[in-house]
T-cell receptor, first 115, second 115 residues
């Protein structure tokens, strides 16, 4: 299995809602990532988990809360988002160590719209 | 000045043409160089991976890295309409330190190959 899956594919939420994005991989990767991508822009790193521990937080607002319950799953909890948070949210995973860190496998993304 | 510069295009070529995509960078610590392809409404897909300077070929794709000039290229031979996508260069300094697992992307070049 060489796939990263993300659910849901699309999500529309109001500014007072709480929702979660889910990411799953079964490639044995121990590094997992959340990226945000706006239209016609490159992905922007949000969080990195290695061995289920948060290793990088790119100064992301607290309305985004990541969680890594086990080595295959990554969640992103959303609360009190703003319309400017509307974007494609991408999950990625990779092996840890040397070359592996750079071969990141991306999921198809969740397209989020905040009303 | 951005760490990685990439002409966003758009670039439009006829089927069968040779396509040249380029990125320049300013951080001499970058050691790993990647090219990702992203189709519309999909996650990025790793195309080519190069460590340090040199060339790498995979089918119709050739990646070149010139660290002395801080310049990387991706060549696509015999381009096909199915190659129409956004091409993102990405770079990293490798494992360890505060940049652990962090890719720095170029802006992406939008390529259209017309029949």
């Amino acid at each position: 299995d060489t796939e990263v899956t993300q659910t849901p594919k699309h999500l529309v939420m109001g500014m007072t809602n709480k929702k979660s994005l889910k990411c799953e991989q079964h490639m044995g990767h121990r590094a997992m990532y959340w990226y945000k991508q706006k239209a016609k822009k490159p992905p922007e790193l949000m969080f990195v988990y290695s061995y289920e521990k948060l290793s990088i937080n790119e100064s992301v607002p607290s309305r985004f809360s990541p969680e890594c319950p086990n080595s295959s799953l990554l969640n992103l909890h959303l609360h009190a988002l703003q319309p400017e948070d509307s974007a494609l949210y991408l999950c990625a995973s990779s092996l840890l160590g040397g070359r592996g860190l750079n071969e990141q496998f991306f999921g198809p993304g969740t397209r989020l719209t905040v009303l | 000045q951005k760490e990685v510069e990439q002409d966003p295009g758009p670039l439009s070529v006829p089927e069968g043409a040779i396509v040249s995509l380029n990125c320049t960078y300013s951080n001499s610590a970058f050691q790993y160089f990647m090219w990702y392809r992203q189709y519309s409404r999909k996650g990025p897909e790793l195309l080519m991976y190069t460590y340090s300077s040199g060339n790498k070929e995979d089918g119709r794709f050739t990646a070149q890295v010139d660290k002395s000039s801080k310049y990387i290229s991706l060549f696509i031979r015999d381009s096909q309409p199915s190659d129409s996508a956004t091409y993102l260069c990405a770079m990293s300094v490798g494992a360890g330190g505060t940049s652990y697992g962090k890719l720095t992307f170029g802006q992406g070049t939008i390529l259209t190959v017309h029949p």
